[in-house]
């Protein structure tokens, strides 16, 4: 299946928001993804995205309509040389190789624009698909740290995965 990955763009809110607020794409990510998700929750995303230079943040695209969003998040201090990566995909697009594929073009990205040597993410130890999507990726499993999120009144390992440059 065909997508790009482009800058957000103002215009992207209504359809962002609806693919957005959906409880089983949230399940899978911090509590920072609200659900449900609003309108006024895609205005300040889009907002952000397009305030940094270069882009980090990019919309995935399908057919003209925003099916979801990749980024790469700066680190700070000792861990700089290192970019968390977080994604996630509309759920009637899951199964379709895109996160594997966006996933490949945002690294080539990130380590030609920014000076790191790292990516990683970090799945909930039960989210099996994103585990198999990093790894499709080019992503090893670095650490599997036990009962580290909390999200929903339980505890849930945390995985570590990452891929270097060279």
């Not at 759920?91 to 190789?97: I, K, L, R, S, Y």
């Not at 966006?102 to 790191?116: H, L, P, R, S």
């Not at 585990?131 to 992503?139: C, D, H, I, M, S």
Request: zero cysteines.
């Amino acid at each position: 299946m065909d997508f790009k990955l482009r800058p957000f763009v103002p215009s992207d809110n209504l359809v962002f928001a609806k693919n957005a607020n959906n409880p089983k794409v949230a399940n899978q990510l911090t509590n920072q993804f609200p659900n449900p998700y609003t309108l006024e929750h895609a205005n300040n995303f889009i907002e952000m995205a397009m305030s940094q230079t270069p882009t980090r943040i990019f919309a995935i695209e399908i057919n003209g309509e925003a099916i979801g969003g990749i980024g790469l998040h700066e680190q700070k201090d000792v861990y700089e040389k290192n970019t968390e990566m977080g994604y996630w995909v509309e759920e009637h697009f899951w199964g379709n190789g895109i996160a594997t594929k966006a996933i490949k073009e945002i690294v080539e990205y990130g380590f030609k624009t920014f000076d790191i040597t790292r990516f990683f993410a970090r799945p909930f130890g039960d989210n099996l698909a994103s585990q198999r999507v990093l790894e499709k990726a080019g992503f090893t499993l670095e650490a599997t740290i036990k009962n580290s999120f909390y999200k929903h009144g339980k505890f849930k390992d945390e995985l570590i995965y990452a891929i270097r440059n060279g």
